[in-house]
């Protein structure tokens, strides 16, 4: 199959050009409005971007085909018979079908085959060199195709501007910039020590415990604060006697509730304590219950700050199915664990555009107190691009 891209000032120019040198039976395959470099970064012009296509084999035997029935069948002989509509538009097709656009039916169809298209032609790049290496990085990390194809926009400007001639290097700063601009309007960083109690939550096995283990041994060791543990997790005795380890290891008391009574005689005890750190079960997410029994057990007053721990070996779906369950508490930041365990670290971009909430912490690996890192806006963007900050 023979592919081809043209630029044009209007579509119905660029089905023009389409027409002269494929023929009316060319498939478009994708479409989009560029804008093209002006001068000194002015006076730049919108145009129309099309790629078409056209098999040269079966515009040979169309011809071929034509010509045959001319000369050999009558015109009184000819016999029209229908087939199933072609997934891709001709440019046949496409000149004609606005002529109708008031058909409720033929623009259920148009609508159809826009998305079929869409779908054949996911896997054909728009950018060449550098911007469709960056392009294939972006969709490898997972970050949002809408996301994506605005920091791919923002590139190809900046690209044009330096006559495309910028290397690999450069237009990963540029990528790195529109990241730290996308996510830098909420809220990074550690514990603001603005309140007194630090509750973590989230599902099973997303390392809430040691996660809390990290947070409490630099808060003591690097801010110098009197720290104190309450667990809630009463429901598996091995996360209690892990909490227990660490509280021993920093010299701090730890209390057990396993009701609301014993929240609020866990917090009397600690009233002297600069910060206590609360450790809750981790449940099957989608039980809509333990959100209920989280409210039964803890008082979420406005002296707590609330961090969702979430796993970046998830599942982009079920992160957002988290955050939907856990949101009904107010949820301060997130904390995204096992960094070291992925390659794919585009979540966390899509996942701060969609909730307006950011990082307090990422953790790469075990250790305690170390392999937690405070998040911010550049860290993200360089562990998105491969450079090395944890």
Not at 47 to 54: L, M, P, R, T
Request: glycine residues 6%; proline residues 3%.
């Amino acid at each position: 199959m023979k592919v081809k891209k043209y630029v044009a000032p209007s579509m119905p120019e660029a089905m023009k050009i389409i027409r002269a040198e494929l023929g009316s039976e060319a498939v478009i395959l994708n479409s989009k409005v560029v804008q093209t470099q002006g001068f000194f970064g002015f006076f730049r012009k919108k145009n129309v971007e099309v790629i078409a296509a056209i098999d040269p084999e079966i515009s040979r035997n169309q011809m071929v085909q034509t010509k045959e029935q001319k000369r050999k069948v009558p015109v009184n002989d000819v016999k029209i018979e229908t087939t199933k509509p072609v997934v891709r538009e001709t440019v046949k097709q496409y000149e004609t079908k606005d002529e109708h656009a008031s058909s409720p039916d033929l623009v259920k169809e148009i609508q159809e085959l826009k998305a079929a298209m869409k779908e054949l032609s996911s896997d054909i790049s728009p950018y060449t060199g550098v911007l469709q290496d960056m392009n294939l990085l972006l969709h490898h990390q997972g970050i949002d195709s809408s996301i994506r194809k605005e920091i791919m926009t923002s590139l190809q400007g900046k690209w044009y501007s330096a006559s495309e001639k910028a290397s690999f290097e450069t237009v990963k700063l540029w990528v790195k910039e529109c990241i730290i601009a996308k996510i830098s309007g909420v809220q990074f960083g550690g514990i603001s020590y603005q309140k007194k109690y630090i509750n973590v939550v989230g599902p099973t096995g997303v390392g809430k415990t040691t996660t809390i283990a990290k947070m409490a041994a630099d808060c003591m060791l690097k801010d110098k604060k009197s720290i104190a543990f309450i667990t809630t997790d009463t429901f598996r005795i091995a996360a209690i006697e892990q909490l227990k380890t660490y509280a021993k290891i920093l010299g701090a008391p730890v209390e057990v509730c396993y009701s609301f009574e014993d929240f609020q005689h866990a917090k009397e005890n600690y009233k002297n304590y600069d910060v206590v750190f609360i450790d809750t079960a981790g449940r099957n997410f989608r039980n809509e219950k333990y959100i209920n029994d989280l409210n039964s057990l803890i008082h979420f007053s406005n002296d707590m700050e609330t961090f969702l721990v979430l796993s970046l070996t998830s599942k982009m779906n079920d992160m957002k199915l988290i955050y939907e369950q856990f949101s009904k508490i107010a949820i301060s930041q997130f904390i995204f664990t096992k960094v070291d365990e992925t390659g794919n670290y585009g979540a966390m971009v899509n996942l701060i555009a969609d909730t307006g909430v950011g990082v307090a912490y990422l953790t790469n690996g075990q250790n305690v107190p170390d392999d937690i890192v405070v998040a911010s806006p550049s860290l993200i963007a360089n562990t998105i691009l491969g450079v090395d900050e944890l």
